[in-house]
């Protein structure tokens, strides 16, 4: 896993919704454009024929038309705007606490994205998005407005589903293969940034490269960012929680956090990859929260100089384990044992205790963490099944 730990994580909601009212023109010197023109007409082309009627002209159209404005047309529909009230709480000041005074409440309103996943209403979003909303109301592209009901979130892999109520049948995206993204692949984000979908009832669309995949971040509030997918594609705020798809127009992440050091974009965006987003949304969908009702048990520290020298061990690595807190916890059960060295989990260097703490609160009930670990100078394989 890759991590940049000296930036920092920005969360892509909106608080307020506002529209640059400074948007520069991009037309042409119009002096230009006449010179353009002579130059064609001299030439012996017709005004008619730079105007791409003449024989080529729908050779050229058809030239604009490629995989990217394909994937456009085929996902925009089935992308939302996501407006959310939430009642947020204002500390009083101690002074007038004395005089009785308590904390207020008030509201405040946040924008995000969202994108429908199924005919009857399901709509994937952020946890930070609506996992604290009072109201959530999403537009769709034909300018219609739903109130959405908040079905389960999951702050740890900051994925949530809302869904609205509608007679007809909806369109929706078709879910990609995340372990399949190809590095240097286009990628293409949809989403709200800064609330435009409400002015226009139509997603914005940035197109890039897949730049990295399996990247790891330091989340905030409990999060956990694993396996994340890099795009250079622009990702502004407002864009948390819509689609990033590939070239097929089908979903290998939900936009969800820029990485900069200012708060602008700055080519890095980061998508949860979609097949650990399958995983969550069909537990929120089923039961309306996520499993994670198991014990690790097992208590660990990271191995310093002067372990690495009592094991003889060639360099400093790994975490050692310290304590078998419960004996009935999946590390008992597992078969691991103090003083054991976890060198890597689920194929990946355990190069600091966050690593595998991470790993662990990502993980659900019933999944396994294949441990390397070191035992007696020798490499043992453990299956870590949390049950």
Not at 207 to 225: C, H, K, N
Not at 245 to 265: A, F, L, M, R, S
Not at 353 to 381: C, D, H
Request: charged residues 20%; proline residues 4%; contains cysteine.
């Amino acid at each position: 896993m890759k991590c940049f730990p000296s930036f920092r994580v920005i969360l892509l909601t909106l608080s307020i919704l506002v529209v640059p009212g400074a948007l520069q023109s991009c037309d042409s010197d119009p002096g230009a454009a006449d010179d353009g023109s002579a130059a064609l007409q001299s030439s012996g082309q017709s005004k008619k024929d730079a105007r791409g009627n003449a024989a080529g002209g729908d050779d050229i159209s058809n030239s604009r038309r490629n995989a990217i404005t394909r994937a456009v047309e085929t996902v925009s529909p089935a992308v939302v705007g996501v407006n959310v009230t939430e009642l947020r709480r204002r500390a009083v000041h101690p002074f007038w606490r004395m005089f009785g005074y308590g904390d207020q409440m008030y509201e405040t309103q946040t924008a995000g994205s969202g994108f429908i996943i199924s005919d009857d209403g399901y709509i994937v979003s952020n946890d930070h998005v609506v996992g604290r909303a009072e109201r959530i109301s999403v537009t769709m592209t034909d300018g219609t407005k739903h109130d959405a009901e908040l079905i389960g979130t999951d702050p740890v892999t900051d994925v949530a589903l809302i869904k609205i109520d509608v007679d007809d049948d909806l369109p929706y995206l078709v879910l990609g293969n995340s372990d399949d993204v190809i590095v240097g692949e286009w990628s293409i984000a949809f989403g709200n940034p800064f609330g435009l979908f409400s002015a226009s009832a139509k997603p914005t669309v940035t197109v890039g490269v897949i730049s990295a995949t399996s990247i790891y971040l330091e989340g905030s509030e409990g999060r956990v960012y694993r396996n994340m997918v890099q795009t250079d594609a622009a990702i502004n705020h407002g864009n948390s929680g819509g689609p990033l798809v590939n070239g097929e127009g089908k979903v290998i992440g939900i936009n969800t956090v820029i990485y900069t050091p200012n708060e602008g974009n700055i080519g890095l965006g980061f998508a949860v990859p979609i097949n650990r987003a399958r995983m969550i949304i069909e537990q929120l969908r089923d039961e309306g929260e996520v499993n994670r009702n198991f014990n690790p048990g097992f208590r660990v520290q990271p191995v310093n100089e002067a372990i690495a020298q009592a094991y003889d061990l060639e360099k400093i690595e790994g975490v050692i384990v310290t304590q078998i807190t419960d004996p009935g916890g999946v590390a008992a059960e597992s078969g691991l044992e103090v003083a054991d060295i976890i060198l890597e989990a689920d194929g990946e260097p355990v190069f600091s205790v966050t690593v595998l703490q991470s790993m662990i609160r990502y993980a659900v009930t019933g999944e396994t963490i294949p441990l390397k670990i070191l035992r007696n100078n020798t490499i043992r394989n453990i299956d870590l099944t949390l049950e």
